[in-house]
Protein backbone atom coordinates (compact mmCIF):
# COMPACT_ATOMS: atom_id res chain seq x y z
CA UNK A 1 0.00 0.00 0.00
CA UNK A 2 3.10 2.23 1.26
CA UNK A 3 3.90 1.87 -2.46
CA UNK A 4 1.05 2.38 -4.03
CA UNK A 5 0.41 5.65 -2.55
CA UNK A 6 4.01 7.00 -3.49
CA UNK A 7 3.32 5.97 -7.04
CA UNK A 8 -0.41 8.16 -7.10
CA UNK A 9 1.41 11.04 -5.56
CA UNK A 10 4.45 10.96 -8.18
CA UNK A 11 1.71 10.92 -10.56
CA UNK A 12 0.38 13.85 -9.76
CA UNK A 13 3.81 15.48 -8.78
CA UNK A 14 5.84 14.12 -11.88
CA UNK A 15 9.34 16.21 -11.03
CA UNK A 16 9.01 15.67 -7.52
CA UNK A 17 12.62 14.55 -6.29
CA UNK A 18 12.23 14.53 -2.38
CA UNK A 19 9.00 13.17 -0.36
CA UNK A 20 8.43 13.80 3.75
CA UNK A 21 7.19 11.08 5.74
CA UNK A 22 5.68 12.13 8.68
CA UNK A 23 5.43 9.46 11.40
CA UNK A 24 4.54 9.27 15.08
CA UNK A 25 8.03 6.40 16.43
CA UNK A 26 5.85 3.95 18.47
CA UNK A 27 6.70 0.74 19.33
CA UNK A 28 4.24 -0.65 17.04
CA UNK A 29 5.69 -2.28 14.35
CA UNK A 30 2.96 -1.93 11.78
CA UNK A 31 4.22 2.00 11.57
CA UNK A 32 7.71 1.67 11.55
CA UNK A 33 7.61 -1.47 8.70
CA UNK A 34 5.13 1.37 6.90
CA UNK A 35 7.73 3.88 6.63
CA UNK A 36 10.21 1.15 5.48
CA UNK A 37 8.00 0.52 2.59
CA UNK A 38 8.03 3.80 1.54
CA UNK A 39 11.51 4.46 1.25
CA UNK A 40 11.76 1.12 -0.55
CA UNK A 41 9.40 2.20 -3.24
CA UNK A 42 11.11 5.79 -3.10
CA UNK A 43 14.45 4.00 -4.12
CA UNK A 44 12.21 2.04 -6.84
CA UNK A 45 10.61 5.70 -8.29
CA UNK A 46 13.54 7.65 -7.95
CA UNK A 47 12.36 9.53 -5.09
CA UNK A 48 14.16 10.72 -2.04
CA UNK A 49 12.78 10.47 1.65
CA UNK A 50 13.18 12.67 4.25
CA UNK A 51 11.79 11.23 7.34
CA UNK A 52 10.14 13.31 10.24
CA UNK A 53 9.37 11.80 13.60
CA UNK A 54 6.25 13.45 15.65
CA UNK A 55 5.83 12.66 18.99
CA UNK A 56 3.89 15.91 20.26
CA UNK A 57 1.88 18.38 18.92
CA UNK A 58 3.83 21.37 19.93
CA UNK A 59 6.73 19.52 17.22
CA UNK A 60 4.67 20.24 13.98
CA UNK A 61 5.52 23.75 13.41
CA UNK A 62 8.76 22.87 13.47
CA UNK A 63 8.76 19.48 12.09
CA UNK A 64 6.92 21.30 9.15
CA UNK A 65 9.54 23.85 9.14
CA UNK A 66 12.33 21.06 8.51
CA UNK A 67 10.48 20.04 5.78
CA UNK A 68 10.31 22.96 3.77
CA UNK A 69 14.36 23.37 4.34
CA UNK A 70 14.73 20.19 3.04
CA UNK A 71 12.59 21.16 -0.21
CA UNK A 72 10.24 17.97 0.03
CA UNK A 73 7.97 18.07 -2.90
CA UNK A 74 5.16 16.33 -1.09
CA UNK A 75 4.24 14.69 2.23
CA UNK A 76 3.52 11.37 3.18
CA UNK A 77 1.29 11.29 6.30
CA UNK A 78 2.08 7.54 8.43
CA UNK A 79 -1.63 7.08 10.14
CA UNK A 80 -0.93 5.43 13.63
CA UNK A 81 -3.22 6.61 16.42
CA UNK A 82 -1.49 9.49 17.29
CA UNK A 83 -1.13 10.82 13.68
CA UNK A 84 -4.96 9.87 13.51
CA UNK A 85 -6.00 12.16 16.50
CA UNK A 86 -4.01 15.13 14.97
CA UNK A 87 -4.75 14.71 11.30
CA UNK A 88 -6.73 18.01 10.76
CA UNK A 89 -3.70 19.62 12.16
CA UNK A 90 -1.59 18.29 10.28
CA UNK A 91 -3.32 18.07 7.01
CA UNK A 92 -2.98 21.90 7.77
CA UNK A 93 0.08 22.60 8.19
CA UNK A 94 0.95 20.74 4.86
CA UNK A 95 -1.78 23.14 3.01
CA UNK A 96 -0.04 26.06 5.01
CA UNK A 97 3.11 25.10 3.52
CA UNK A 98 1.82 24.25 -0.17
CA UNK A 99 3.04 20.28 0.53
CA UNK A 100 0.81 18.00 -1.57
CA UNK A 101 -0.15 15.19 1.26
CA UNK A 102 -0.65 11.90 0.79
CA UNK A 103 -2.81 10.16 3.24
CA UNK A 104 -4.16 6.51 4.39
CA UNK A 105 -7.87 6.62 4.94
CA UNK A 106 -10.42 9.15 3.05
CA UNK A 107 -11.26 10.56 6.84
CA UNK A 108 -8.07 12.24 5.70
CA UNK A 109 -9.27 13.42 2.60
CA UNK A 110 -12.18 14.72 4.10
CA UNK A 111 -10.25 16.77 6.86
CA UNK A 112 -8.35 18.68 4.04
CA UNK A 113 -5.36 15.78 2.73
CA UNK A 114 -4.67 16.08 -0.68
CA UNK A 115 -5.27 12.46 -1.48
CA UNK A 116 -6.10 8.98 0.11
CA UNK A 117 -5.23 5.75 -0.85
CA UNK A 118 -6.47 2.73 1.10
CA UNK A 119 -8.39 -0.20 2.17
CA UNK A 120 -12.28 0.41 1.70
CA UNK A 121 -13.42 1.16 5.14
CA UNK A 122 -17.23 1.04 4.54
CA UNK A 123 -16.62 -2.31 2.70
CA UNK A 124 -14.43 -3.54 5.96
CA UNK A 125 -17.32 -2.39 8.36
CA UNK A 126 -19.67 -4.46 6.39
CA UNK A 127 -17.24 -7.39 5.69
CA UNK A 128 -16.98 -7.04 10.16
CA UNK A 129 -20.89 -7.71 10.12
CA UNK A 130 -21.09 -10.58 8.18
CA UNK A 131 -18.78 -12.12 10.74
CA UNK A 132 -20.90 -10.79 13.21
CA UNK A 133 -23.53 -12.16 12.11
CA UNK A 134 -21.79 -16.10 11.45
CA UNK A 135 -21.07 -16.09 15.35
CA UNK A 136 -24.21 -15.09 16.51
CA UNK A 137 -25.46 -17.96 14.48
CA UNK A 138 -22.86 -20.04 16.16
CA UNK A 139 -20.00 -20.67 14.11
CA UNK A 140 -16.82 -20.85 16.29
CA UNK A 141 -14.47 -17.87 14.99
CA UNK A 142 -11.72 -19.87 15.17
CA UNK A 143 -13.75 -21.25 12.17
CA UNK A 144 -13.73 -18.51 10.40
CA UNK A 145 -11.23 -17.31 7.43
CA UNK A 146 -8.78 -14.29 8.01
CA UNK A 147 -9.41 -11.75 4.66
CA UNK A 148 -6.92 -9.05 3.66
CA UNK A 149 -9.07 -6.01 2.56
CA UNK A 150 -10.28 -6.98 -1.04
CA UNK A 151 -11.64 -3.43 -2.11
CA UNK A 152 -9.74 -0.67 -2.25
CA UNK A 153 -10.66 3.30 -2.34
CA UNK A 154 -8.68 6.57 -3.57
CA UNK A 155 -9.84 9.83 -3.08
CA UNK A 156 -9.05 13.48 -4.36
CA UNK A 157 -9.73 16.60 -2.37
CA UNK A 158 -10.10 19.30 -5.13
CA UNK A 159 -10.67 22.15 -2.69
CA UNK A 160 -6.97 21.56 -1.50
CA UNK A 161 -5.14 20.90 -5.06
CA UNK A 162 -6.78 24.26 -5.58
CA UNK A 163 -5.80 26.07 -2.18
CA UNK A 164 -2.17 24.81 -2.99
CA UNK A 165 -2.26 26.03 -6.43
CA UNK A 166 -2.08 22.39 -7.95
CA UNK A 167 -3.99 20.48 -10.91
CA UNK A 168 -4.72 17.19 -10.42
CA UNK A 169 -3.41 15.35 -13.76
CA UNK A 170 -7.39 14.61 -15.65
CA UNK A 171 -5.84 10.21 -15.49
CA UNK A 172 -5.37 10.41 -12.42
CA UNK A 173 -9.04 12.15 -11.47
CA UNK A 174 -10.70 9.87 -13.33
CA UNK A 175 -9.20 6.17 -11.40
CA UNK A 176 -10.40 8.42 -8.04
CA UNK A 177 -13.39 6.79 -6.39
CA UNK A 178 -14.56 9.80 -4.83
CA UNK A 179 -13.85 13.60 -5.49
CA UNK A 180 -14.20 15.62 -2.61
CA UNK A 181 -14.97 19.58 -4.66
Known amino acids: MSGKRLELLKEVIPKASTVAV ?3 PSKGVTDYAEVKETE ?3 GQLGVKVYVVAVRDPSEFQSAYAEITKQHANAVVIIQGAFTLTYRTQLVELAAKHRLPSMCEQSAWTNDGCLMSYGRDQLSQWRRAAYFVDRILKGTKP ?3 PVEQPMKFEMVINLKTAKQIGLTIPP ?3 VRADRVIR
Do not use: Q, R, S
Request: net charge negative; aromatic share 16%.
Open 142 to 144: ADL
Open 171 to 173: NVL
Open 40 to 42: TAA
Open 22 to 24: VWY
